[in-house]
């Protein structure tokens, strides 16, 4: 069975960047998975930041990017702020009307 | 405005079972792939199954298969999940999603319903 990676866990400096990837145990992940992004903070419903690979949702900030490096989907925070510290989930679909979503990262903004 | 409210959860035994509603509102419900994903205490998100706009395809994932079922009533804007053979590890937030597009994940989301599976 196909698994997404994520990275558990990652640190960014307010203002700065950071790249969180969303990748597959076996295989490249490419548009054709139409990956998304989802933000998650404790104890809400998850929103979502990006969808096909790199569309952003209504009323999400453009410091938020999405994009494939290499063989993995990525979300770019360019200018992170003291309230992008969240969960954040990949999803990939996977064909036949099936999804997966990836680990998550934890993403702390200090 | 896009709302989805889901309803139904609560407390029920091992082998029993419990039918999840979700009620859509500001959107035209029809046009959307909807979504079952659940997320299990302190755990991350996991998809559960889902419905293409006609009903014409449907999937389920493998940790439900032949125990979930997802279905729609376009005429009703709702969405549901019948979960017979409930689990521990069924335990969870079950949230229901919307998306425009066949090849999307959720773009909007409810608040949840929790679901928990003890004796």
């Known amino acids: 069975q196909t698994v997404v990676t994520q990275e558990p866990s990652f640190s960014v400096s307010p203002g700065g960047t950071v790249t969180l990837t969303c990748g597959l145990s076996?295989?490249?992940?490419?548009?054709?998975?139409?990956p998304s992004w989802h933000q998650q903070t404790p104890g809400q419903a998850p929103r979502t930041l990006i969808y096909?690979?790199?569309t952003r949702s209504s009323g999400v900030p453009d410091r938020f990017s999405g994009s494939i490096l290499g063989s993995k989907a990525a979300l770019t925070i360019t200018g992170a702020q003291a309230e992008d510290e969240s969960d954040y989930y990949c999803?990939?679909?996977?064909?036949?009307?099936?999804?997966?979503f990836g680990g998550g990262t934890k993403l702390t903004v200090l | 405005e896009v709302q989805l409210v889901e309803s139904g959860g609560g407390l029920v035994q091992p082998g029993r079972s419990l039918r999840l509603s979700c009620a859509a509102s500001?959107?035209?419900?029809?046009?959307?792939?909807m979504h079952w994903v659940r997320q299990a205490p302190g755990k991350g998100l996991e998809w559960v199954s889902s419905?293409?706009?006609?009903?014409?395809?449907?999937g389920h994932a493998d940790s439900v298969k032949g125990r979930f079922t997802i279905s729609r009533d376009n005429a009703k804007n709702s969405l549901f999940l019948q979960m017979d053979s409930l689990r521990g590890e069924d335990t969870a937030l079950y949230y229901c999603?919307?998306?425009?597009?066949?090849?999307?994940?959720?773009?909007?989301w409810g608040p949840g319903t929790l679901v928990t599976v003890s004796s």
């Open positions: 419905i293409s706009w006609a009903s014409a395809n449907i």
């Open positions: 999803a990939l679909f996977m064909g036949s009307g099936t999804w997966v």
């Open positions: 999603g919307a998306s425009r597009g066949y090849y999307y994940g959720p773009l909007h």
């Open positions: 076996s295989g490249s992940v490419s548009t054709n998975y139409y």
């Open positions: 096909n690979t790199n």
């Open positions: 500001g959107f035209t419900f029809d046009d959307y792939v």
